[in-house]
Each structure stands twice: as C-alpha cells, then as structure tokens.
C-alpha cells in the first residue's frame, strides 16, 4: 500500500507541475521571437524533465527522510522514467497511414528524442541522488513550494488527485507491459521483425 499511495501522490505532484510548466511555457513561446520557437521547444522539453526529476526526488526525500537507495527510491525513478516515456508511438500506428509524406519517418524522430530525453534525465537525477546540491537550488526550491501550494488549492487540488488516480493505473499498466515485454523475448523479437521495413517500401 505504501508503494501504491507513493506513486498516487507522485501522479498527484506531475500534475501539479505540469499545469505550472504549461503557463510558463506559453509565456516564454509568446516573448520570444518565432524564428527560435522551435529550438526552444526542445530544449524546454529537457529542462522540464531535469526539473522534475527535481521535484521527484525532494518528494522521496521527504517521504524518506533520506536519499539512501532503498525500494521506494527505485520505484520513484522508475515511475518517472515511465512517465517520461508516456509519448512514445509505435511504428505500426503509422502503417495504415503510410501513404501520408514521411509519417513514419516523423514517429521515429520523435520517439529518438523522448527516448534521448528520458534517458539523459533519469541519468542526471540519478547523479543527484549522490550530489544533491541541485536539490536546495532557489529555482528548484520555488518550483516544489509553488507545486505543492497549488496541489493545496481547495478546487484544483481534487482535480489532480483525480489525475492522480488515472496516472497511479496508467502506472501499473505500464509497469506490467514492462515486464510482460522483458519476459516474453519471443514477442519482442516479432514486434521487431513486423517493423524491419522499409518506411516508404508502401508507395513505391
């Protein structure tokens, strides 16, 4: 149980930061000059993973009292990593729309980026678990305390624990999808020999 209201109340904390980086953004898409939009989007999309990671582990700090490895620090980064994954699509998403220009060469793209996103910032939160100086940082900090206080706003607080709610089963579910992809090689060696095509092999 105390796994399962950790990631609840990590749900809870995503959706409360997410609302906050969404106002932000916006703000920073409608200052800045449209030529550098674009770069932008992408380097903001790593920042709000770093500061996340941030956020993550302050939460298990407090939950803990210490950054010590220990399972409910694993599944804290396991969690987040799974939720940096959430965006990933699949190639065969796109095999019925192949005749859309390079559709699924897009799909491919972006799933390297979020891969690389995903992947960089768990390794950072990884190293600030043994250096966490980053944590006490005044952006940080502003950030966790700004996070929480709208989490205790009476209205939107029950909505994301709402949020919490769906993201506690979308969790699970990805947890065993997981598994079931690490036990079931059998399956994976299919997925990869049906993707094993040329991408504009259908309109040729």
């Given at each position: ?132 100086a980053a944590l006490e940082s005044p952006v940080t900090q502003w950030f966790y305390v700004q996070t929480h206080a709208l989490i205790n706003t009476p209205v939107l607080g029950w909505i ?45």
């Amino acid at each position: 149980m105390k796994v399962l209201s950790h990631i609840f109340h990590l749900g809870v904390l995503f959706s409360g930061f997410a609302f906050i980086w969404f106002w932000l953004q916006l703000l920073f898409m409608l200052i800045l000059p449209e030529g550098i939009r674009m770069h932008l989007r992408y380097f903001l999309q790593l920042l709000q993973s770093l500061f996340l990671g941030v956020l993550v582990l302050k939460f298990t700090l407090k939950a803990e009292g210490t950054l010590h490895l220990s399972g409910l620090l694993i599944v804290s980064l396991l969690t987040y990593f799974l939720y940096l994954l959430r965006n990933l699509r699949s190639n065969q998403q796109a095999v019925q729309f192949s005749f859309y220009t390079n559709l699924q060469k897009k799909i491919r793209m972006k799933n390297e980026w979020e891969w690389a996103v995903a992947l960089i910032s768990l390794s950072i939160t990884i190293l600030w678990v043994f250096y966490p100086a980053a944590l006490e940082s005044p952006v940080t900090q502003w950030f966790y305390v700004q996070t929480h206080a709208l989490i205790n706003t009476p209205v939107l607080g029950w909505i994301f624990k709402i949020a919490g709610f769906f993201f506690l089963l979308a969790t699970l579910i990805r947890f065993l999808a997981a598994i079931t992809w690490v036990l079931n090689p059998r399956k994976k060696t299919q997925a990869s020999d049906t993707e094993d095509f040329d991408p504009f092999e259908e309109i040729k």
